[in-house]
């Protein structure tokens, strides 16, 4: 029996709810498809532009990295900061300077300081003095940063940036490296130009000098031996002293933290702030490296440290001397055949000293195998307790021409002659065989300042140092007497002032005194002042003159001249012409003021200096009353240094003389 089928019904619809479903979901994926097609648009566009940037900045360093090569490659160039070019040195900050951090390259001097030298890329030929010019533009090369080529060798371009802006040039050191010290200090930003790539492209770069900077991480190292022990043993002379600087005293506290520190970035676990860190962005690095060359010669250095470890019977024979068969010390270097045939093509050739040298690198020893000199100092140093000393070592043939080297194996070390002074003065006496005149004297007083250049005290045996103090053979000087507006005497008829023959008294030679008869004690880096200890009144009594520690304003040495004997109304002067002197008209500059306060005691302020034009380097101060006499003024000359004018109160004795020698000593240091 056949069965019929169902007569249930189906829903209607169904197909077309699916249809318009899948068309809606085909609508939303075509929108969203749409959508991310913009996106991808622009992220293929930033990423084309990011690559083209980087592929800019790789090009740039390889360009700073050529240019470095190029510029510092040969060892005899040298760099340097345009921050040299500061315009006023008396303050802390760079002045008149807009790019101070721009790096420049130089020529060594690259001969002989007394010979002429040929800049190696066909420059002129210079002397040395050629190069002490503003910015030593002579020897100037190039800037060592992306700049226009106009601006490359312009050693004036980092002193102001006409027209630079943010569309051609860029900030390559800016907030990111020194923090709010850019805000604080803005010309420590530092700006390169933008050097145009292609159509679109731009790339700037600029080299900073590490070389420059003090390392971090040879700061404070641990110790394990005593102060006295570790300067004997030559201990690690590397350290630098950042913990010195604000905010860096834990690489003080803590000395296992200066070789934790591989970037300057790893300060800031060291607990120094960053912004600290960033102060001193030019300041500090840790990736500072070195090669040991002369940039006179181009070459690499030796070390001489094993060579000089030697005692004297095992070094070569190069470098071994033999007393009673050498005749000369021996080289640092082979002699040439123009020096042994003593006809050289360049005359006064400074060469290192070979005894010198070695004998210096071995002073950290308790003995030495160091011949006496003539003064008998010993070749290394002497302790006293911990603190060490050292003797005064000199040649006693020094300065005698066509003498043979007298074997002096040792290191020779004195103080250091830093200043010759010469007071000029005039005074007057009572004359002796005319009652009512007054003897007029010119008169002049030598004062050395001596400087212990070392890092430990030096003492001076007493009279073991002589000195020439005669005035005319150091600067020699003349001058002109006048009676009111007449020419008395002619600078021929005066003759130099010094010399012998024109003088009561004269000193030309001294011998360096403690006073007490003990050894002359310098204290390490001290100057002190020596000069004559009494009035000369005599030949006699200038010939025994000694050179004392400190300074008497009232004591008269050297010489004393006797320009005549006159009353005040012949109103007497002197015209004194220095070795260069110009020709000036006829002074009227008067000693009437000095025979005027001798008789009345008049006011030493109102007293008329003499005519300093015709001194280089000379000036005249009036000075209190004396005794036995009256000082008119005080005319110095400083060896190197313009006449700087001292003014002295009337107080003698070896107190007032050791307090003026503390005094100039500060002013000199």
């Given at each position: 029996?056949?069965?019929?089928?169902?007569?249930?019904?189906?829903?209607?619809?169904?197909?077309?709810?699916?249809?318009?479903?899948?068309?809606?979901?085909?609508?939303?994926?075509?929108?969203?498809?749409?959508?991310?097609?913009?996106?991808?648009?622009?992220?293929?566009?930033?990423?084309?532009?990011?690559?083209?940037?980087?592929?800019?900045?790789?090009?740039?360093?390889?360009?700073?990295?050529?240019?470095?090569?190029?510029?510092?490659?040969?060892?005899?160039?040298?760099?340097?900061?345009?921050?040299?070019?500061?315009?006023?040195?008396?303050?802390?900050?760079?002045?008149?300077?807009?790019?101070?951090?721009?790096?420049?390259?130089?020529?060594?001097?690259?001969?002989?300081?007394?010979?002429?030298?040929?800049?190696?890329?066909?420059?002129?030929?210079?002397?040395?003095?050629?190069?002490?010019?503003?910015r030593r533009s002579k020897m100037f090369r190039h800037w060592l940063l992306s700049l226009p080529a106009d601006m490359n060798a312009d050693d004036k371009a980092p002193l102001a940036l006409t027209g630079w802006n943010d569309t051609n040039s860029v900030v390559l050191v800016g907030e990111g490296s020194l923090g709010d010290n850019a805000q604080h200090h803005p010309d420590q930003v530092t700006r390169a130009y933008l050097i145009p790539i292609g159509k679109t492209g731009k790339q700037a770069w600029w080299i900073g000098p590490e070389n420059h900077k003090a390392k971090i991480n040879l700061a404070k190292k641990p110790r394990t031996l005593a102060s006295d022990a570790w300067e004997a043993a030559q201990g690690d002379t590397a350290e630098v002293g950042v913990g010195a600087l604000s905010g860096f005293d834990p690489l003080d506290s803590n000395a296992t933290l200066a070789d934790k520190l591989i970037t300057p970035n790893s300060l800031r676990p060291a607990k120094v702030a960053a912004d600290r860190v960033r102060e001193h962005f030019f300041d500090l690095t840790a990736h500072s490296q070195g090669v040991i060359t002369s940039v006179r010669t181009g070459q690499l250095k030796k070390d001489l440290s094993l060579l000089f470890e030697k005692p004297n019977s095992n070094l070569p024979s190069p470098y071994r001397f033999t007393p009673g068969s050498d005749i000369r010390e021996p080289s640092i270097r082979p002699m040439t055949a123009e020096l042994q045939a003593k006809n050289p093509t360049i005359a006064n050739r400074q060469f290192a000293s070979w005894t010198n040298m070695r004998h210096?690198?071995?002073?950290?020893?308790?003995?030495?195998?160091?011949?006496?000199?003539?003064?008998?100092?010993?070749?290394?140093?002497?302790?006293?307790?911990?603190?060490?000393?050292?003797?005064?070592?000199?040649?006693?043939?020094?300065?005698?021409?066509?003498?043979?080297?007298?074997?002096?194996?040792?290191?020779?070390?004195?103080?250091?002659?830093?200043?010759i002074t010469f007071i000029y003065s005039l005074i007057s006496e009572p004359s002796a065989t005319q009652p009512g005149k007054y003897d007029c004297f010119h008169v002049y007083s030598p004062v050395f300042t001596l400087w212990n250049p070392y890092n430990t005290e030096m003492r001076v045996p007493d009279g073991k140092i002589q000195y020439l103090t005669s005035a005319y053979k150091v600067w020699p000087n003349t001058g002109e007497f006048w009676l009111g507006n007449t020419l008395s005497k002619t600078a021929d008829q005066m003759g130099a002032f010094g010399q012998f023959g024109y003088s009561q008294g004269i000193v030309t030679q001294s011998f360096l005194r403690s006073g007490n008869g003990h050894d002359i004690v310098?204290?390490?880096?001290?100057?002190?002042?020596?000069?004559?200890?009494?009035?000369?009144?005599?030949?006699?009594?200038?010939?025994?003159?000694?050179?004392?520690?400190?300074?008497?304003?009232?004591?008269?040495?050297g010489e004393k001249k006797l320009y005549g004997t006159y009353r005040q109304q012949d109103n007497p002067g002197v015209n004194l012409r220095g070795p260069n002197h110009r020709s000036h008209p006829a002074p009227r500059r008067s000693l009437r003021h000095l025979l005027r306060t001798h008789v009345d005691g008049g006011n030493a302020e109102d007293r008329l200096p003499l005519r300093p034009a015709l001194l280089p380097r000379i000036g005249f101060q009036p000075v209190r009353k004396g005794h036995g006499g009256t000082v008119l003024g005080i005319a110095e000359r400083s060896a190197g240094h313009p006449g700087g004018l001292r003014r002295h109160a009337d107080q003698p004795g070896l107190a007032r003389r050791r307090q003026v020698e503390q005094q100039t000593a500060r002013r000199n240091v």
């Open positions: 029996m056949k069965r019929s089928a169902s007569n249930s019904s189906q829903p209607k619809g169904f197909a077309l709810v699916v249809t318009l479903t899948m068309m809606i979901l085909l609508t939303v994926l075509a929108v969203g498809l749409l959508s991310l097609s913009p996106v991808a648009l622009r992220t293929v566009g930033h990423d084309a532009a990011l690559a083209e940037a980087r592929a800019n900045a790789r090009l740039a360093l390889m360009l700073a990295l050529g240019e470095l090569q190029k510029e510092m490659g040969p060892d005899m160039r040298v760099s340097a900061e345009a921050a040299l070019f500061d315009q006023n040195k008396e303050t802390d900050a760079i002045e008149g300077v807009a790019q101070p951090h721009w790096l420049a390259s130089y020529h060594s001097w690259g001969n002989w300081l007394n010979a002429d030298y040929a800049l190696p890329d066909g420059g002129s030929t210079l002397k040395i003095q050629d190069t002490y010019d503003a210096f690198y071995r002073m950290y020893r308790s003995g030495s195998d160091a011949t006496l000199g003539g003064t008998h100092g010993a070749g290394s140093l002497n302790w006293a307790g911990s603190k060490p000393w050292t003797d005064y070592v000199a040649s006693t043939s020094l300065g005698t021409w066509g003498s043979t080297w007298d074997g002096s194996n040792n290191y020779w070390r004195s103080p250091i002659l830093a200043k310098f204290a390490p880096g001290e100057f002190r002042v020596f000069s004559l200890a009494a009035r000369i009144s005599d030949g006699t009594g200038a010939a025994a003159a000694d050179l004392v520690p400190g300074f008497d304003p009232q004591a008269i040495g």
